[in-house]
């Protein structure tokens, strides 16, 4: 390998918008990453014919620096419907944005969920959101989006009974206590534009940067031991050596192959996530199913098969099932379904278990009292969503920024 002016340490998406951009301008980058392939949180299983992202995730498709830097056609991103039904005592509800689905006016209008004026105040939020730059909000007040939906005038029930089990999915907690920078980034995507799957999963995206890289940057199961100087140890004993080294893994992780960083705790939000095959879709459309009942096992449920049918074999439909949390009980199969049977009634025991998956580190707790990461010292630059907001879109931007900061640090110290 030849010597390399920047080495990364991980290959998430932020770590491979880094490199991009880097040897788009002239950078020799090597990439380094411990696992088989690159894609970090963000990969996809091939289970018995079905694809199985590693948990519940969705590309907004507003992104504004994830949509420049990726190719979005060739993902043939599939678009759920902007809204969600929701299950509630035993009772299915529907909630459309209106303004995209003006058919469903009078039908949301009059849904239980949420008053006339909650519904008014839902569309005062969505245009003063929509009109307002990113850059704007996030200098505004930060506080927790339970008291920000208050502070707008929101009722308890629609708080309640639709924005925990919504956000819940986004966020991986319902409580609410995710920043109101982030909800309202969240908020004004979801008005931009549409919440979408890749055609043949998730991991499509990371898969998409890597195969933009030069030939010879990317080294997987290429596990890092410290970083001494300038110098990269790799697990093998390797002594790799650059101008720049930058670390793209999470504080945690950064801190252990360098400790002299002194990172704050990164918490993290957690999942639990059952994917089930079906001999059909108990939605039949390309929509998000949550749960209206403060008591429920199941946050919400969708059929990725529903949008593209490349996630599962031909006559089969994929269910995913998110759970808040890690539940790693024996009978939570039992439960899980019961759950559902109230939803969907008998069809419910045709359903077979294809795999939980318990991800203790899903997302980066973005509270308003969370701090960001120092970004950078002498010789070494972190990148991350932890660093930006906890999203694709985040880790794209982290990614993409700190490449932009070395080239000027490279500029500056040439002049």
């Given at each position: 390998?030849s010597t390399?002016?920047?080495?990364?340490?991980?290959?998430?998406?932020s770590?491979l918008a880094?490199a991009?951009?880097?040897?788009?301008?002239?950078?020799?980058?090597?990439l380094l990453e411990q696992?088989d392939?690159?894609?970090?949180?963000?990969?996809t299983d091939?289970?018995?014919?079905?694809?199985?992202?590693?948990?519940?995730?969705?590309?907004?498709?507003?992104y504004?620096n994830?949509?420049?830097?990726?190719?979005l056609?060739s993902?043939k991103?599939?678009?759920?419907?902007?809204g969600?039904i929701?299950?509630e005592h035993?009772?299915?509800h529907?909630l459309?944005?209106?303004?995209?689905?003006?058919?469903?006016l009078?039908?949301s209008?009059?849904?239980p969920?949420?008053?006339?004026?909650?519904?008014?105040?839902?569309?005062?939020?969505?245009?003063?959101?929509?009109?307002?730059?990113l850059?704007?909000?996030?200098?505004?007040?930060?506080l927790?989006?339970?008291?920000?939906?208050k502070?707008?005038?929101l009722?308890?029930?629609?708080?309640?009974?639709?924005f925990?089990?919504?956000?819940g999915?986004?966020?991986l907690?319902?409580?609410l206590?995710?920043?109101?920078?982030?909800f309202?980034?969240?908020?004004?995507?979801f008005?931009?534009?549409?919440a979408?799957?890749p055609?043949?999963?998730?991991?499509?995206?990371?898969?998409?940067?890597?195969a933009r890289?030069?030939a010879?940057t990317l080294?997987c199961?290429?596990?890092?031991?410290?970083?001494?100087?300038?110098a990269v140890?790799?697990?093998?004993g390797e002594?790799?050596s650059?101008?720049?080294?930058i670390?793209?893994?999470?504080?945690?992780?950064?801190?252990?192959?360098?400790?002299?960083?002194?990172?704050p705790e990164?918490?993290?939000r957690?999942v639990?996530?059952c994917y089930f095959?079906?001999?059909?879709?108990p939605?039949?459309?390309a929509?998000?199913?949550?749960s209206?009942?403060p008591d429920?096992?199941?946050?919400n449920?969708?059929?990725?098969?529903?949008l593209?049918?490349?996630?599962?074999p031909?006559g089969?439909s994929?269910?995913s099932?998110?759970?808040l949390?890690?539940h790693?009980?024996?009978?939570l199969?039992?439960?899980?379904?019961?759950?559902?049977?109230t939803?969907f009634g008998?069809?419910?025991?045709?359903?077979r278990?294809?795999r939980t998956?318990?991800i203790?580190?899903?997302?980066?707790?973005?509270?308003?009292?969370t701090?960001?990461?120092?970004?950078?010292?002498e010789?070494?630059?972190?990148c991350?969503?932890?660093h930006?907001?906890s999203s694709?879109?985040?880790?794209?931007?982290?990614g993409?920024e700190?490449?932009r900061r070395?080239?000027?640090?490279?500029s500056?110290?040439?002049?």
């Amino acid at each position: 390998m030849s010597t390399p002016e920047v080495i990364i340490i991980g290959a998430g998406l932020s770590g491979l918008a880094c490199a991009l951009e880097l040897t788009k301008n002239g950078v020799n980058v090597h990439l380094l990453e411990q696992e088989d392939a690159p894609g970090g949180r963000v990969r996809t299983d091939l289970v018995e014919g079905f694809l199985l992202d590693r948990g519940f995730q969705v590309y907004l498709d507003a992104y504004p620096n994830a949509g420049q830097l990726l190719d979005l056609d060739s993902l043939k991103l599939q678009p759920f419907q902007p809204g969600a039904i929701i299950f509630e005592h035993g009772k299915r509800h529907r909630l459309m944005d209106v303004f995209r689905r003006p058919g469903y006016l009078i039908s949301s209008a009059f849904s239980p969920m949420g008053s006339i004026l909650d519904k008014i105040l839902v569309a005062k939020l969505r245009f003063s959101l929509k009109f307002a730059s990113l850059e704007v909000i996030q200098t505004r007040e930060d506080l927790t989006t339970n008291l920000y939906l208050k502070n707008f005038g929101l009722s308890k029930s629609m708080i309640d009974r639709f924005f925990r089990s919504f956000y819940g999915g986004i966020f991986l907690e319902n409580e609410l206590s995710t920043s109101s920078r982030m909800f309202e980034f969240t908020f004004k995507m979801f008005t931009e534009g549409s919440a979408t799957l890749p055609a043949k999963g998730m991991e499509e995206i990371p898969r998409q940067l890597a195969a933009r890289l030069p030939a010879g940057t990317l080294r997987c199961n290429t596990p890092v031991s410290r970083v001494d100087g300038s110098a990269v140890i790799l697990a093998s004993g390797e002594k790799l050596s650059a101008e720049q080294i930058i670390l793209a893994v999470p504080s945690d992780a950064a801190q252990k192959i360098l400790p002299a960083l002194a990172l704050p705790e990164l918490k993290w939000r957690s999942v639990t996530n059952c994917y089930f095959a079906a001999p059909s879709s108990p939605l039949n459309e390309a929509i998000i199913a949550l749960s209206g009942d403060p008591d429920s096992l199941v946050n919400n449920l969708s059929v990725p098969s529903d949008l593209s049918a490349d996630y599962a074999p031909k006559g089969q439909s994929l269910i995913s099932v998110s759970i808040l949390g890690i539940h790693g009980e024996t009978d939570l199969l039992a439960r899980v379904l019961a759950e559902l049977h109230t939803w969907f009634g008998e069809e419910v025991a045709a359903w077979r278990h294809l795999r939980t998956d318990l991800i203790a580190r899903a997302l980066p707790e973005q509270n308003p009292s969370t701090k960001q990461p120092a970004n950078a010292m002498e010789g070494v630059f972190l990148c991350g969503d932890q660093h930006s907001t906890s999203s694709i879109e985040g880790a794209i931007t982290s990614g993409l920024e700190t490449a932009r900061r070395f080239l000027d640090q490279r500029s500056t110290s040439e002049n």
